[in-house]
């Protein structure tokens, strides 16, 4: 890549402290931070936390995250699971996936990357909050809170700080849609196959899901996104009862929907602050899931502040996945219970092979042969359309 933002004065008065300052250091952050610095930005990320590895959480990540993360993920990968089972009011589909899913540990995926990250020249100041971004004559400015209170410039700013993101709403963005999922970590028992990963449709309790992913051959996360974080932890302890389940640890926080229409990227004179990850509300809302979409969306961000391309023309890719899912999800937020089970019986031998054979991060090529696999996909969404109940 060649870098456009060599114009940065190199020295004198003008020259800020760093090219770009990374506000988050979680996935979505340090990938970009690493591509930063391969290019040889002068790079700082701030994270409020003061380690990489806590709090944990247990993530379930198609095998496209070696390709997006591009290093060796593989000591953060904890389980795979190579079966999916579907569960709808009384009716199962099993998928067997070609490429096992991965089951990943944050923390250690974050200290892989933190790795990379440093290896690639870019300084990392752990235990600081952002709490103020400004935008002066000579690029921006953030404020750090860490003991006492600190000013850093910067010419370009990444937000990769959340869905809360401090970044977001200094530049004035509205808040984000967000949900809550919550999960618990379960004892399996003896009887369930640590091969599978189950999820199950139950329309009266969420338009989302429940889930159960295997982390070991003996213990998993049983887990659910609702609707509003005021029952969510309620829903989930009613499902663990039901099912046999008791709950060791939990593990949950508000996750963005997608909002195709929220801006996430500013410009000030020569200064330019671009949202990623959740932050940017990166998330497949079908699955609710934004480690894979955040560190691709991520790279595309570095990508345009090294190149200097339109953010929107480095994000197309993932757009496309992302709007997908939109449309999904804006199907299935009108689905009542039986279209959920009219879904999973609709699933004929063609739709199994293109789930088993295809990559769910990379399906938006697929959109048209899922469809044709089974004509009968457009009916199920016409009568969601017509008796829907959103
Ligand atoms: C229980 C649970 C299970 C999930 N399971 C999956 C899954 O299976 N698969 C999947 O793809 N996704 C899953 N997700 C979603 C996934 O966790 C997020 O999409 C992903 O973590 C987003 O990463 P990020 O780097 O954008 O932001 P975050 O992980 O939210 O990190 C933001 C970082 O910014 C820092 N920060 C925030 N504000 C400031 C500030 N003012 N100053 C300095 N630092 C700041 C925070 O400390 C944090 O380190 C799950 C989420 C939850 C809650």
Redo the contacts with the bound molecule.
Sequence with gaps: MKSHLQTIPRKGVDRPDYDVIV???????LAAARTLGDQGLRTLV????HDFGTPE?????TPKLSEVANCDIEPSVIHRTGVMELLANGTSRRVELAQPDLVVE?GALRKILAREVESAGVEVRLG????EVAVGSRGLAVRVRNGASARITTRHLLG???????VAEAMGATPQRTVP???ARVELGDRYDPDVTRVWFDRARTRFFFWL?PESPTTGVV?LIAEKPSNARQLLEDFLEEHGYRADEY???M?PLHQPRRPIEWRARESRVLL????AAH?KVT??????S?IWGAQAAARSLVVGNPYRRELRALHRELYLHDLVRWFMDRFHGRHYDLLLRLLNRELDLLLRTNNRDSMASKAWSLALAQPRLFLLGLDAFVRGTR
């Design positions: 506000v988050g250091a979680s996935c979505a952050g701030l994270d409020s936390r959480r247990t993530w379930i990540v944050r600081g909050r952002v709490q990769a700080d959340g869905s809360r993101s401090v999922i919550v999960q992913i887990g593990q949950g926080a996750i990623v990850g959740d932050a998330v699955t609710v899931g934004g480690v894979v955040g």
